[in-house]
């Protein structure tokens, strides 16, 4: 198989040499630390390289050699194949070899002792988001009642600062469903708009109360996904554009982007090197027109942290000159400057 190669023998080689010395926590931890990340930028790059028929055995190959490190994010990225039940059936004996390497939190407990993956994603959407028999066979093209299901979860997830972990589940749960025939029926597109869109609003009120960061959530997530998710609706965040989903999807997407990065950022401490820094960037590109929210955002931390600034620092960056100048015409310097007193200097 493509995956241990030549041109990864000696990765395996080298990460067993080590690893063999440790016992189990300690080599799974070392393995995470040192290895985990050129671990799956070598199964990525197999996968993309074998043919379909190839997956059974790829599967197979990766579990005999790297299973007891990576086999969580295996049977997740099994979960989401189409032909899940036939690469289970193939590889079910290993997977129960490795089942105790499972951390207890696993997000798809239960898949290996289900009947089907269809059974199984049946079965935990009914307990995850409470979809009915009538949902699933709701007849109306424009109700969506599945995806407006998914994004009351999600949302109020996203208020729990313990539920990473549900998070992960829903979203896992989400691609699954996406990649099913009855799904890919009726107004997809209007789906996908309608999921960003209810999800977007939610955010929008709840700014304030968020305790999860949905864009880490979603990069984590696709992270050391096998399959390209590009064309799967709030999994494409950190992703380009598809032309699977349409213009009206990825100016929802766009805002959506925005607004998370701007509730990260009013989350974060800004250091006075960092205001500073700031200001001396202002002044030099002031005329030039930035509107967004973001920049909104960083001026108004910059006069909320302004104090932590000596007047004096201030004075050396900007110089008094310039403040002169434009500190009447600008409400942002102006604010800074009657903030920090600096007004005294000046008149």
């Known amino acids: 198989m493509m995956m241990f190669s030549d041109s990864n023998k000696y990765f395996l080689q080298n990460s067993r040499q080590e690893l063999s010395k440790l016992n189990k926590d300690e080599a799974l931890s070392t393995f995470n630390e040192k290895f985990k990340e050129q671990a799956f930028e070598r199964i990525q790059r197999s996968y993309s390289e074998i043919t379909h028929a190839e997956r059974f055995s790829f599967y197979e190959d990766v579990l005999e050699h790297l299973g007891d490190y990576v086999v969580d994010e295996l049977i997740i990225d099994i979960y989401l194949e189409d032909e899940c039940d036939q690469i289970l059936k193939r590889v079910i004996k290993r997977l129960s070899i490795l089942e105790s390497r499972l951390p207890q939190s696993f997000v798809l407990s239960g898949l290996l002792n289900a009947s089907s993956c269809n059974c199984f994603l049946k079965e935990e959407l009914t307990k995850c988001i409470g979809i009915t028999e009538v949902d699933l066979h709701n007849t109306n093209q424009n109700s969506h009642p599945i995806i ?175 403040l002169i100048n434009k500190y009447q015409a600008d409400e942002f310097l102006s604010k800074i400057i009657r903030r920090k007193y600096i007004i005294e200097v000046i008149e």
Request: net charge positive; proline share 2%.
């Open 148 to 322: 407006k299901k998914f994004a009351i979860s999600i949302n109020s997830s996203l208020l729990n600062s313990k539920g990473e972990a549900e998070l992960r589940r829903l979203l896992i749960h989400f691609i699954k469903f996406w990649s099913l025939p009855n799904s890919k029926r009726g107004n997809r597109n209007d789906k996908g708009i309608l999921l960003l869109h209810l999800i977007n609003t939610f955010i929008e009120s709840q700014q304030n109360n968020l305790c999860l960061n949905l864009k880490e959530v979603v990069a984590d997530l696709n992270k050391y996904r096998l399959k390209d998710l590009v064309a799967v609706p709030l999994l494409n965040l950190d992703k380009g554009k598809s032309d699977n989903l349409p213009v009206g999807y990825f100016i929802l997407k766009e805002r959506l982007q925005e607004k998370l990065e701007h509730i990260s950022f009013l989350k974060q401490a800004i250091t006075p090197n960092d205001t500073l820094e700031f200001l001396k960037e202002y002044i030099v590109k002031h005329n030039k027109t930035n509107n967004s929210a973001h920049f909104k955002a960083l001026k108004a931390k910059v006069i909320s942290e302004v104090h932590k600034v000596k007047k004096e620092d201030i004075l050396k960056i900007i110089g008094i000159e310039a």
